[in-house]
């Protein structure tokens, strides 16, 4: 055990127990995994992606490359889990990652003697040879070798939640210049978000031995977390990191409302995805630790400096027996004295510079801390470390050590700041980027600024924090910030120790010094091309530690400088987030609404088998005890609905209602076809083009009164037309006077099809006269049916047959569903869905969605005879170009397999009989299939170049996805009763 | 993104459909190179890297198409009006 | 999907109940226009360059209007804004044609006037939490002091198109398009489930 005797934030009156690779440990509440595993004694943590080293956790926060594990078990576990910001709570389950048959033994680290051939550049030096080698030799090792954790195989029992946050000012990150910026910006009254990515506010203050305003820093946090939570125009968001800026001040963040926890608490999601609106945000994210490149860096126990210091002082936990730490700065010395006071057995300092400031080094002799100056640590040694091997000028020793603290500076943690294209700008003053071009309305606090003294922190960030809400419009009133002793910042830039052995750069990626070398000769130099060969800075991580060392290394090498060498793009998000949050409530069956029918419980009742079209639910067919199949209830759908009568609900089509003078001005002008000269009482197909002069949507508008038509639209197009409709008058002709309102809610509307429809419709009417002559085709009625229920009748077919659609508010949707079933019982009525329905469509020739495929005039579908000579209207003259008018253009014809046994299928390409199946002889493609009972075979639309003079030819139906390949003959679309006599009886 | 529309305030990018530059107007139909003139309408477009007019369709809100300039380096939005009237089309 | 719907068809109405821990209640909310009670509603929309003299004619016969998204009451009618020179009009104890009659006389052919009566699911929203459970979907500010008792949005929420309104400092007034009704419900149970949710008029499922 590491424990520390006492100290840290940490409850030790409570003890949990957790396991790890099915060991059993305890800790504290206030743990970490990673810890609770360093209080344990327990320095491995995982293995390697490419080589399989035994690592050990480098850092305390999300920047962490190494400690990944799978955390929990079954359909929770997840993969790739930071153990530096997993919560520790009792009966917690972790498990290493990427090692096999154990962490201890893993079999696969041979590749460390392989790694010659594994270096940068090795995926795209594998894929230049051959192919057979790739697929049957090196995929199958890389893929058993590589790779970081293992998905769960079970659905994800938990549920996830999106919101919408409004602030004047987000404050991002809660340390020193974050608490400041938010009571700056809290108490001018303004609505603050005060997001941190902690279980707990305070940032490095938790972790340092500072004094603000004359007593602890941890006592500053505690008044300022107090003064926070009793504003009330402030939130505070624990747990929440902010992952992305985005354009217009919103930013992305991730609640973990329940990750902390065995499983979320009863209707509480596991996580929340936020998307705050702000008007100003100051960021305050910190710095990374820097770490520096040097043999052995990656051995466990060697870790940073800072998180050395924190795991003792905040968590009261020893990342070894003993430790020592190798450092460039003085942030760096002063936390390592910080974690010597909180009981850390720290032997020595190694610091890179000839000496360290006067404070540092009386605090250090006072603490019995021996510094050894000018030192670098040239080799490590041990599985997990036992001992350093530190070389000075005045010659080399070895100091046997448990666990080594490096700190190579701070580089300012500026992700958020390049999300909008921001490029970092190089300090040499403090050796680090800093954030440059900003987004709009954002601000840099502290640390991640590049400003590192406490005091200075303090004080930025109320400067900030205030100027931050005054621009959102608050007064705030010009507080003092709070006040810190001067904090050395003394610092010698220093990336890299020359020396022989591994030195890593990117632990995560397992990208060495060697690695850079190598893209430098290869002629790989400018960072992003580093990072693409080297895999440096990828995967988790993203690089937050080892990009600054990479591109040091490079500089280095090419002797340009780190400005010249510049840094790669930050983008979001900054840490992993789950797809589930991104999902949050839709998934399943709440993926997107579903919307139902008026008529759906009945439907349901009748026992229907659903499709979703859209978003709408519709039935599908309604299958009747003994049928086998879905053809055979379709068969008998469409038969009843021929020789008898059938009934559908159609009220999924679009529906708008057009009032005011000048409809019918806008009618001519978006139909291909005249509606200004429609009679009232009367209804008409019409054809509606784009500007382009391809289709866009076909429907029938009915003439109510002089000022007023009904439009319907086809299912799928209906928010189309309408938008449409609207750009027409409000953008091309302001001048009509036309009112919109869409109806496709208001009613609910069924057909009833079919020779015996009018004596079903004569029996549900009140007293309307429905006789050929009363209401002829294509005919509309208005008045009420069923005793008192305000209708609209329609006569109209879509199915070739005698019909009607009759529109009823849609509460009585059901009910007329049943007077009509009632009505039809003695004709044998039928209740027939969108299969049958689409089944007669075909055998009458009627073009529907296939067809309407955006890809097709009107002359192609046959229906440029509808076109009005006398108006002009939208896509007219797109559609007189030569191209539509070629009669080599694909035009709609009918098919029948010459073989009437065969199946057709939509999809196949037509040839010319004996050519051979190259694009060069494609004659044009099957749009639409059905088996038509009426006929007892097969039948297709279909688009054939110079279909119409083909009647009668056979042509070849390939369709080689499916294995089809038969002759069809070429034959009129309009299958039965070309001449339309049965809907007009 | 977010859109301040003239009618409902500001509001997210996805309550609104883009259609792109608000510059073409439909040309003349019976002008005698109206074939042209349509071919440029329906297909030819500037890509300005800077502010532009758009029009986008307040479809989830007001159901009004707007005048959008937008400075498509940055997506900064400077100004937007109801498309057409300029009064809403009402 | 949350274990609370699955044994809920995603087409019917989430069925009236209390949902989440029991003993809480921090969201309620109630179906405004059921078959018991109906509420007649209709589209009014003023006709080319009509806007101003439409206003001035309903606010003669007793309806205040406003060109904005705010909702307003009078002569037993409730107006909101739903855009330029747009209303919808919601009015209880009356029919559709009676309603659509009622704002023809006020219009004096100064406007468009179609019965949606049967369009909506309005549905009243309240309780301490409410808006703590609105913000899981709605994308408009609903701070007391930005969207204040009066104001109207047309926006989407969920993936479903609403308008609501906020009718007095605690009830918020939500009109969902019939068909996504069940799909707003399912959001809006889940949502609120945390707070404890009361929901009421939906019917027993």
Same mark, same amino acid.
């Given at each position: 055990?590491?424990?520390?005797?006492?100290?840290?934030?940490?409850?030790?009156?409570?003890?949990?127990?957790?396991?790890?690779?099915?060991?059993?440990?305890?800790?504290?509440?206030?743990?970490?995994?990673?810890?609770?595993?360093?209080?344990?004694?327990?320095?491995?943590?995982?293995?390697?992606?490419?080589?399989?080293?035994?690592?050990?956790?480098?850092?305390?926060?999300?920047?962490?490359?190494?400690?990944?594990?799978?955390?929990?078990?079954?359909?929770?576990?997840?993969?790739?889990?930071?153990?530096?910001?997993?919560?520790?709570?009792?009966?917690?389950?972790?498990?290493?990652?990427?090692?096999?048959?154990?962490?201890?033994?893993?079999?696969?680290?041979?590749?460390?003697?392989?790694?010659?051939?594994?270096?940068?550049?090795?995926?795209?030096?594998?894929?230049?040879?051959?192919?057979?080698?790739?697929?049957?030799?090196?995929?199958?090792?890389?893929?058993?070798?590589?790779?970081?954790?293992?998905?769960?195989?079970?659905?994800?029992?938990?549920?996830?939640?999106?919101?919408?946050?409004?602030?004047?000012?987000?404050?991002?990150?809660?340390?020193?210049?974050?608490?400041?910026?938010?009571?700056?910006?809290?108490?001018?009254?303004?609505?603050?978000?005060?997001?941190?990515?902690?279980?707990?506010?305070?940032?490095?203050?938790?972790?340092?031995?500072?004094?603000?305003?004359?007593?602890?820093?941890?006592?500053?946090?505690?008044?300022?977390?107090?003064?926070?939570?009793?504003?009330?125009?402030?939130?505070?968001?624990?747990?929440?990191?902010?992952?992305?800026?985005?354009?217009?001040?919103?930013?992305?963040?991730?609640?973990?409302?329940?990750?902390?926890?065995?499983?979320?608490?009863?209707?509480?999601?596991?996580?929340?995805?936020?998307?705050?609106?702000?008007?100003?945000?100051?960021?305050?994210?910190?710095?990374?630790?820097?770490?520096?490149?040097?043999?052995?860096?990656?051995?466990?126990?060697?870790?940073?400096?800072?998180?050395?210091?924190?795991?003792?002082?905040?968590?009261?936990?020893?990342?070894?027996?003993?430790?020592?730490?190798?450092?460039?700065?003085?942030?760096?010395?002063?936390?390592?004295?910080?974690?010597?006071?909180?009981?850390?057995?720290?032997?020595?300092?190694?610091?890179?510079?000839?000496?360290?400031?006067?404070?540092?080094?009386?605090?250090?002799?006072?603490?019995?801390?021996?510094?050894?100056?000018?030192?670098?640590?040239?080799?490590?040694?041990?599985?997990?470390?036992?001992?350093?091997?530190?070389?000075?000028?005045?010659?080399?020793?070895?100091?046997?050590?448990?666990?080594?603290?490096?700190?190579?500076?701070?580089?300012?943690?500026?992700?958020?700041?390049?999300?909008?294209?921001?490029?970092?700008?190089?300090?040499?003053?403090?050796?680090?980027?800093?954030?440059?071009?900003?987004?709009?309305?954002?601000?840099?606090?502290?640390?991640?600024?590049?400003?590192?003294?406490?005091?200075?922190?303090?004080?930025?960030?109320?400067?900030?924090?205030?100027?931050?809400?005054?621009?959102?419009?608050?007064?705030?009133?010009?507080?003092?910030?709070?006040?810190?002793?001067?904090?050395?910042?003394?610092?010698?830039?220093?990336?890299?120790?020359?020396?022989?052995?591994?030195?890593?750069?990117?632990?995560?990626?397992?990208?060495?010094?060697?690695?850079?070398?190598?893209?430098?000769?290869?002629?790989?130099?400018?960072?992003?091309?580093?990072?693409?060969?080297?895999?440096?800075?990828?995967?988790?991580?993203?690089?937050?530690?080892?990009?600054?060392?990479?591109?040091?290394?490079?500089?280095?090498?090419?002797?340009?400088?780190?400005?010249?060498?510049?840094?790669?793009?930050?983008?979001?998000?900054?840490?992993?987030?789950?797809?589930?949050?991104?999902?949050?409530?839709?998934?399943?069956?709440?993926?997107?609404?579903?919307?139902?029918?008026?008529?759906?419980?009945?439907?349901?009742?009748?026992?229907?088998?659903?499709?979703?079209?859209?978003?709408?639910?519709?039935?599908?067919?309604?299958?009747?005890?003994?049928?086998?199949?879905?053809?055979?209830?379709?068969?008998?759908?469409?038969?009843?609905?021929?020789?008898?009568?059938?009934?559908?609900?159609?009220?999924?089509?679009?529906?708008?209602?057009?009032?005011?003078?000048?409809?019918?001005?806008?009618?001519?002008?978006?139909?291909?076809?005249?509606?200004?000269?429609?009679?009232?009482?009367?209804?008409?197909?019409?054809?509606?083009?784009?500007?382009?002069?391809?289709?866009?949507?076909?429907?029938?508008?009915?003439?109510?009164?002089?000022?007023?038509?009904?439009?319907?639209?086809?299912?799928?197009?209906?928010?189309?037309?309408?938008?449409?409709?609207?750009?027409?008058?409000?953008?091309?002709?302001?001048?009509?006077?036309?009112?919109?309102?869409?109806?496709?809610?208001?009613?609910?509307?069924?057909?009833?099809?079919?020779?015996?429809?009018?004596?079903?419709?004569?029996?549900?009417?009140?007293?309307?006269?429905?006789?050929?002559?009363?209401?002829?085709?294509?005919?509309?009625?208005?008045?009420?049916?069923?005793?008192?229920?305000?209708?609209?009748?329609?006569?109209?077919?879509?199915?070739?047959?005698?019909?009607?659609?009759?529109?009823?508010?849609?509460?009585?949707?059901?009910?007329?569903?049943?007077?009509?079933?009632?009505?039809?019982?003695?004709?044998?009525?039928?209740?027939?869905?969108?299969?049958?329905?689409?089944?007669?469509?075909?055998?009458?020739?009627?073009?529907?969605?296939?067809?309407?495929?955006?890809?097709?005039?009107?002359?192609?579908?046959?229906?440029?005879?509808?076109?009005?000579?006398?108006?002009?209207?939208?896509?007219?003259?797109?559609?007189?170009?030569?191209?539509?008018?070629?009669?080599?253009?694909?035009?709609?014809?009918?098919?029948?397999?010459?073989?009437?046994?065969?199946?057709?299928?939509?999809?196949?390409?037509?040839?010319?009989?004996?050519?051979?199946?190259?694009?060069?002889?494609?004659?044009?493609?099957?749009?639409?299939?059905?088996?038509?009972?009426?006929?007892?075979?097969?039948?297709?639309?279909?688009?054939?170049?110079?279909?119409?003079?083909?009647?009668?030819?056979?042509?070849?139906?390939?369709?080689?996805?499916?294995?089809?390949?038969?002759?069809?003959?070429?034959?009129?679309?309009?299958?039965?009763?070309?001449?339309?006599?049965?809907?007009?009886? | 993104?977010?859109?301040?529309?003239?009618?409902?305030?500001?509001?997210?990018? /996805?309550?609104?459909?883009?259609?792109?530059?608000?510059?073409? #107007? *439909?040309?003349?139909?019976?002008?005698?190179?109206? !074939?042209? %003139?349509?071919?440029?309408?329906?297909?030819?477009?500037?890509?300005?890297?800077?502010?532009?007019?758009?029009?986008?369709? /307040?479809?989830?809100?007001?159901?009004?198409?707007?005048?959008? #300039? *937008?400075?498509?380096?940055?997506?900064?939005?400077? !100004?937007? %009006?109801?498309?057409?009237?300029?009064?809403?089309?009402? | 999907?949350?274990?609370?719907?699955?044994?809920?068809?995603?087409?019917?109405?989430?069925?009236?109940?209390?949902?989440?821990?029991?003993?809480?209640?921090?969201?309620?909310?109630?179906?405004?226009?059921?078959?018991?009670?109906?509420?007649?509603?209709?589209?009014?929309?003023?006709?080319?360059?009509?806007?101003?003299?439409?206003?001035?004619?309903?606010?003669?016969?007793?309806?205040?209007?406003?060109?904005?998204?705010?909702?307003?009451?009078?002569?037993?009618?409730?107006?909101?804004?739903?855009?330029?020179?747009?209303?919808?009009?919601?009015?209880?104890?009356?029919?559709?044609?009676?309603?659509?009659?009622?704002?023809?006389?006020?219009?004096?052919?100064?406007?468009?006037?179609?019965?949606?009566?049967?369009?909506?699911?309005?549905?009243?929203?309240?309780?301490?939490?409410?808006?703590?459970?609105?913000?899981?979907?709605?994308?408009?500010?609903?701070?007391?002091?930005?969207?204040?008792?009066?104001?109207?949005?047309?926006?989407?929420?969920?993936?479903?198109?609403?308008?609501?309104?906020?009718?007095?400092?605690?009830?918020?007034?939500?009109?969902?398009?019939?068909?996504?009704?069940?799909?707003?419900?399912?959001?809006?149970?889940?949502?609120?489930?945390?707070?404890?949710?009361?929901?009421?008029?939906?019917?027993?499922?």
């Amino acid at each position: 055990m590491t424990r520390l005797v006492d100290g840290g934030l940490i409850d030790r009156s409570r003890t949990l127990s957790f396991a790890f690779d099915g060991k059993s440990f305890t800790g504290h509440p206030g743990d970490t995994l990673a810890s609770a595993l360093l209080a344990n004694g327990v320095r491995l943590m995982g293995r390697s992606f490419k080589y399989h080293r035994p690592r050990g956790v480098v850092t305390a926060g999300s920047e962490e490359p190494n400690a990944l594990v799978e955390l929990r078990t079954g359909a929770r576990r997840e993969p790739n889990t930071r153990a530096t910001t997993v919560e520790l709570y009792d009966g917690l389950e972790a498990a290493s990652q990427n090692r096999w048959p154990s962490l201890d033994v893993d079999v696969l680290s041979v590749n460390r003697l392989v790694s010659p051939f594994l270096g940068a550049g090795f995926y795209y030096k594998t894929f230049m040879w051959p192919a057979a080698f790739w697929e049957k030799l090196y995929e199958p090792v890389i893929r058993r070798a590589a790779g970081l954790g293992r998905a769960p195989d079970a659905p994800d029992p938990d549920t996830y939640e999106k919101a919408t946050a409004f602030c004047d000012v987000l404050v991002i990150g809660s340390g020193a210049a974050g608490l400041a910026a938010a009571q700056a910006a809290g108490r001018s009254g303004a609505r603050v978000i005060l997001a941190e990515e902690d279980f707990r506010l305070g940032g490095r203050l938790l972790s340092e031995r500072a004094v603000i305003d004359g007593g602890s820093a941890l006592d500053f946090v505690a008044r300022a977390e107090a003064e926070l939570s009793s504003l009330p125009n402030v939130r505070l968001m624990p747990r929440t990191t902010v992952f992305g800026a985005y354009d217009g001040s919103e930013y992305g963040a991730v609640e973990r409302v329940g990750d902390h926890l065995p499983a979320p608490l009863p209707f509480q999601p596991r996580q929340r995805l936020w998307r705050i609106v702000a008007k100003r945000c100051v960021l305050a994210a910190g710095a990374f630790d820097r770490p520096i490149v040097f043999p052995g860096n990656d051995r466990p126990g060697v870790m940073s400096a800072l998180a050395l210091a924190t795991y003792a002082t905040r968590y009261g936990a020893g990342a070894g027996a003993n430790a020592a730490v190798f450092s460039t700065n003085d942030h760096a010395v002063a936390a390592a004295l910080d974690a010597a006071e909180a009981g850390l057995k720290l032997d020595a300092i190694i610091d890179v510079r000839p000496a360290l400031p006067d404070a540092l080094a009386a605090r250090a002799k006072a603490l019995g801390v021996r510094v050894i100056t000018e030192g670098e640590v040239v080799a490590t040694s041990g599985k997990c470390l036992t001992s350093i091997t530190v070389r000075t000028p005045r010659g080399s020793e070895t100091l046997t050590v448990e666990a080594l603290g490096v700190s190579g500076g701070a580089t300012p943690n500026l992700n958020l700041t390049c999300h909008l294209g921001g490029k970092p700008v190089w300090r040499e003053d403090i050796a680090a980027f800093v954030p440059g071009a900003v987004p709009p309305g954002m601000a840099v606090a502290g640390a991640a600024a590049g400003t590192f003294a406490l005091a200075d922190c303090l004080a930025e960030g109320t400067r900030l924090g205030a100027s931050a809400a005054s621009d959102a419009g608050f007064a705030a009133s010009p507080a003092p910030a709070p006040q810190a002793e001067g904090s050395p910042t003394g610092f010698k830039p220093f990336f890299h120790v020359q020396g022989k052995g591994s030195a890593f750069v990117d632990q995560q990626n397992d990208v060495t010094a060697k690695d850079v070398a190598l893209a430098h000769r290869e002629g790989f130099r400018a960072v992003e091309l580093l990072k693409r060969y080297t895999t440096l800075g990828m995967a988790t991580d993203q690089g937050k530690t080892s990009n600054m060392a990479g591109l040091a290394l490079m500089a280095e090498l090419t002797g340009k400088g780190i400005p010249a060498t510049g840094t790669t793009v930050f983008r979001p998000p900054y840490t992993p987030v789950a797809l589930g949050v991104l999902a949050g409530h839709h998934r399943g069956i709440d993926f997107k609404p579903a919307r139902p029918t008026p008529t759906h419980e009945w439907a349901l009742a009748q026992g229907a088998v659903f499709v979703e079209t859209g978003l709408w639910m519709r039935a599908a067919y309604f299958p009747k005890p003994g049928e086998k199949d879905w053809l055979e209830s379709v068969n008998r759908e469409v038969k009843a609905t021929r020789e008898a009568v059938g009934v559908i609900d159609v009220s999924t089509f679009g529906k708008i209602d057009l009032q005011g003078p000048d409809v019918g001005v806008l009618l001519d002008r978006v139909y291909i076809n005249m509606f200004s000269t429609l009679a009232v009482g009367k209804a008409r197909y019409g054809v509606m083009l784009r500007e382009d002069g391809l289709v866009m949507d076909d429907g029938t508008t009915a003439r109510l009164a002089d000022d007023h038509y009904v439009m319907t639209t086809t299912t799928a197009n209906a928010a189309k037309v309408y938008q449409h409709l609207e750009f027409c008058l409000q953008v091309l002709w302001p001048e009509l006077d036309v009112c919109l309102a869409s109806v496709s809610e208001q009613w609910a509307q069924i057909a009833v099809s079919g020779p015996r429809s009018r004596e079903v419709l004569g029996k549900i009417v009140d007293g309307l006269d429905v006789s050929n002559a009363g209401l002829p085709f294509m005919g509309v009625a208005q008045g009420s049916v069923m005793g008192g229920v305000e209708a609209r009748i329609f006569r109209l077919s879509f199915s070739g047959e005698l019909g009607y659609e009759i529109a009823v508010p849609a509460r009585h949707g059901a009910a007329l569903m049943q007077a009509l079933m009632a009505a039809g019982a003695p004709f044998g009525i039928t209740p027939y869905g969108v299969e049958a329905l689409g089944v007669m469509r075909i055998e009458k020739g009627h073009v529907s969605g296939s067809e309407l495929n955006g890809q097709t005039c009107a002359r192609d579908l046959g229906l440029a005879k509808m076109a009005s000579t006398k108006k002009d209207y939208i896509g007219r003259v797109m559609a007189g170009r030569p191209a539509f008018a070629d009669p080599d253009r694909p035009t709609l014809v009918g098919f029948k397999p010459v073989d009437r046994a065969a199946r057709l299928r939509a999809g196949a390409h037509f040839l010319k009989v004996g050519a051979a199946a190259t694009t060069q002889n494609d004659e044009g493609y099957m749009t639409s299939t059905a088996f038509s009972p009426t006929l007892g075979h097969f039948i297709g639309l279909g688009l054939l170049k110079r279909g119409p003079e083909r009647m009668g030819e056979k042509v070849r139906a390939y369709d080689p996805v499916r294995g089809g390949d038969m002759e069809v003959e070429v034959c009129s679309p309009a299958f039965i009763d070309p001449q339309g006599e049965k809907q007009r009886v | 993104m977010r859109i301040p529309c003239p009618y409902c305030g500001a509001r997210s990018s /996805h309550e609104f459909a883009y259609l792109g530059d608000a510059a073409p #107007t *439909r040309p003349d139909p019976s002008a005698p190179d109206a !074939a042209e %003139a349509f071919h440029s309408y329906v297909y030819e477009r500037d890509n300005p890297a800077g502010p532009m007019d758009e029009l986008w369709y /307040h479809s989830a809100g007001c159901r009004r198409w707007l005048k959008v #300039t *937008r400075d498509t380096r940055t997506h900064a939005i400077t !100004a937007v %009006a109801f498309a057409g009237t300029g009064e809403g089309g009402r | 999907m949350s274990d609370l719907l699955e044994h809920i068809a995603p087409t019917r109405l989430v069925p009236e109940g209390h949902y989440g821990p029991e003993g809480a209640t921090g969201v309620s909310a109630r179906a405004a226009n059921t078959s018991a009670s109906p509420l007649a509603a209709a589209t009014l929309v003023a006709r080319k360059g009509a806007t101003g003299r439409l206003i001035v004619a309903c606010a003669a016969a007793g309806l205040p209007l406003a060109d904005a998204p705010r909702s307003s009451g009078g002569a037993g009618l409730e107006a909101v804004g739903t855009g330029p020179g747009r209303w919808l009009v919601l009015a209880e104890g009356m029919s559709g044609p009676d309603l659509v009659a009622r704002l023809a006389g006020m219009a004096q052919g100064l406007a468009a006037i179609t019965d949606q009566s049967d369009a909506h699911l309005i549905l009243d929203i309240c309780g301490e939490r409410a808006r703590a459970a609105l913000e899981k979907g709605v994308t408009v500010d609903l701070e007391p002091t930005v969207f204040r008792a009066g104001d109207a949005a047309t926006t989407v929420v969920s993936h479903v198109g609403v308008t609501f309104w906020q009718r007095d400092g605690a009830t918020y007034r939500f009109a969902v398009g019939r068909s996504f009704a069940p799909a707003f419900l399912r959001w809006l149970t889940v949502s609120a489930a945390e707070f404890g949710f009361a929901l009421a008029g939906t019917g027993r499922g």
